[in-house]
């Protein structure tokens, strides 16, 4: 992912850092809000158009700025853009988006948020991440729904936002994905020369919506029942893509036993396998279920026909985090096998608590389905702070289920994504662990070395063009297919020692 410069960074020009952003109060511009409808449980989406600014950084108004003007102004001269709205819905999470998926932003967009019941926080920035996404020849990315956007961001319950783009002045340089731009911010509203702007910008405010029930009373005793699969009379669920509209009976803690409902006829006895060896699209999910310890025995016998195997760790299935299954496109598709493991980092920055993590899952997951229009959550894999292993994208957690991950190699390989940013922070020492526990149980299955090396054949990217042969570690960073920071300087550099634990715990 295009890493920030910094996870929360200050304007380079203190006034324009003090200037409340007037230009649409909330209720003034009520109609031109796009409200989507969902249940507080479930979360919802606002979406909040950017405008042209019509005053400078030092109060007076610009003269030379009309309201209403095309995304690149008049001539050659691109508008900055901001909106501003107080009073509205609780979020947590924010990114901004515009109409075409290929289109760059070719600015800088900043956002500050109100706390609810606190103070505001320091503009902080959001880069493009077009790098972590489904492949350019994709439906998933060319469909209708399909929209360009910045990194989410999570900000906590909030009720009021700032936000503005700033246009990249004409001759700004690039390094990879990070943008140098010697121009301090905010000296100027209009910008002769600049690239213009993408159409339909918006602002996207997200909110996660309420955590899953805990069980209760009535079936809180099904988790005290025998947990060997197959056990008569006790078929066992297994951790998988849920299907649409099927909530499940009961949803556990993150990392513990729990049990849910995979339709009419109950859980299933079967276990999740390995995909055929053939890339489709299924059209009947898997069943929905939360994971249990129990299904590592099943695991361990299907791993245990390759020569090296690790454990499986405990995973938290889409229940268990609370995903609301009804917001993604039926089916799944599927690659032949996994032969990478993509590290990321999701650049959503390091404020929040690990009980937070599944709110930010929830956040993220609404961003990608409902603002980017992808058909679900874009990452195979996320890890916490606290090492906690979530399941992401639905299909069945030991399945080679096709991500939007890393642009140009999403087929035969998985994503995992660590919540937070690692341009400047180390990640903490239990996620790092965590991956290696994830990496070396998943590529197990698939018979990959994590101290290996192999070939996938890219999708088109800008750094290998299409239908190229690229050799990549098994276990490697996204800036190893993309040029991007991703997964972070501080994270990356910690890929040597997951390979080797990875390897280790596989018994090689």
């Known amino acids: 992912m295009r890493a920030y410069l910094a996870s929360s960074i200050g304007v380079a020009c203190t006034a324009a850092l003090a200037l409340p952003l007037a230009l649409h109060p909330g209720p003034a511009h009520a109609r031109a809000e796009r409200t989507v409808a969902a249940a507080v449980a479930v979360g919802s989406t606002r979406s909040l158009p950017l405008r042209p600014l019509d005053s400078l950084v030092d109060g007076g108004p610009d003269r030379g700025v009309a309201a209403g003007r095309g995304d690149a102004g008049r001539g050659d001269v691109a508008v900055e853009r901001g909106v501003a709205a107080s009073g509205v819905r609780p979020f947590s999470l924010v990114g901004v988006v515009w109409d075409r998926p290929a289109a760059e932003l070719h600015g800088r967009a900043q956002v500050r948020t109100r706390a609810v019941g606190g103070a505001w926080s320091p503009w902080?920035?959001?880069?493009?991440?077009?790098?972590?996404?489904?492949?350019?020849?994709?439906?998933?990315?060319?469909?209708?729904?399909?929209?360009?956007?910045?990194?989410?961001?999570?900000?906590?319950?909030?009720?009021?936002?700032?936000?503005?783009?700033?246009?990249?002045?004409?001759?700004?340089?690039?390094?990879?994905?990070?943008?140098?731009?010697?121009?301090?911010?905010?000296?100027?509203?209009?910008?002769?020369?600049?690239?213009?702007?993408?159409?339909?910008?918006?602002?996207?405010?997200?909110?996660?919506?309420?955590?899953?029930?805990?069980?209760?009373?009535?079936?809180?005793?099904?988790?005290?029942?025998?947990?060997?699969?197959?056990?008569?009379?006790?078929?066992?669920?297994?951790?998988?893509?849920?299907?649409?509209?099927?909530?499940?009976?009961?949803?556990?803690?993150?990392?513990?036993?729990?049990?849910?409902?995979?339709?009419?006829?109950?859980?299933?006895?079967?276990?999740?396998?390995?995909?055929?060896?053939?890339?489709?699209?299924?059209?009947?999910?898997?069943?929905?279920?939360?994971?249990?310890?129990?299904?590592?025995?099943?695991?361990?016998?299907?791993?245990?026909?390759?020569?090296?195997?690790?454990?499986?760790?405990?995973i938290v299935t889409r229940a268990g985090w609370g995903a609301d299954e009804k917001i993604r496109e039926t089916g799944h598709v599927y690659s032949k096998t996994v032969k990478v493991a993509f590290i990321h980092h999701t650049v959503t920055g390091n404020n929040y608590s690990c009980s937070q993590a599944p709110s930010v899952l929830r956040g993220i997951y609404r961003y990608h389905v409902k603002s980017l229009g992808w058909r679900d959550y874009g990452y195979n894999f996320t890890i916490d702070k606290c090492g906690k292993i979530y399941e992401g994208r639905s299909g069945g957690v030991t399945k080679a289920v096709r991500g939007a991950h890393t642009l140009g190699f999403n087929t035969n390989s998985m994503g995992i994504?660590?919540?937070?940013?690692?341009?400047?922070?180390?990640?903490?020492?239990?996620?790092?662990?965590?991956?290696?526990?994830?990496?070396?149980?998943?590529?197990?299955?698939?018979?990959?070395?994590?101290?290996?090396?192999?070939?996938?054949?890219?999708?088109?990217?800008?750094?290998?063009?299409?239908?190229?042969?690229?050799?990549?570690?098994?276990v490697a960073g996204h800036r190893d297919g993309f040029a991007t920071e991703c997964p972070g300087k501080r994270l990356y550099k910690k890929l040597g020692s997951v390979r080797k634990t990875a390897a280790r715990l596989q018994g090689r």
């Open 124 to 314: 902080r920035e959001l880069l493009p991440h077009g790098d972590e996404a489904p492949d350019p020849d994709s439906p998933e990315l060319r469909g209708a729904r399909a929209h360009g956007g910045t990194a989410p961001l999570w900000v906590g319950a909030s009720d009021a936002v700032q936000a503005r783009v700033l246009p990249e002045r004409a001759g700004s340089e690039r390094a990879g994905s990070e943008r140098v731009r010697p121009e301090r911010a905010g000296s100027a509203r209009a910008h002769v020369g600049a690239a213009a702007l993408p159409s339909g910008l918006r602002l996207e405010l997200i909110d996660p919506g309420e955590p899953p029930a805990p069980p209760s009373p009535d079936l809180a005793a099904l988790r005290a029942l025998p947990g060997r699969p197959g056990h008569p009379g006790h078929p066992v669920p297994t951790a998988g893509g849920g299907a649409p509209g099927v909530k499940p009976t009961v949803t556990g803690s993150p990392g513990r036993p729990s049990w849910g409902a995979s339709g009419p006829s109950g859980p299933s006895a079967k276990p999740s396998l390995p995909p055929k060896p053939s890339a489709s699209v299924t059209t009947t999910p898997p069943p929905s279920a939360l994971d249990t310890d129990a299904d590592t025995d099943a695991d361990a016998a299907k791993a245990g026909a390759a020569r090296y195997s690790a454990p499986r760790p405990s």
């Open 417 to 474: 994504a660590v919540l937070g940013t690692f341009t400047s922070k180390k990640p903490s020492a239990k996620a790092v662990k965590a991956v290696a526990k994830l990496t070396a149980w998943k590529l197990g299955l698939f018979k990959r070395n994590p101290r290996g090396t192999t070939h996938l054949v890219s999708g088109g990217g800008n750094k290998y063009k299409k239908g190229a042969s690229v050799k990549l570690h098994v």
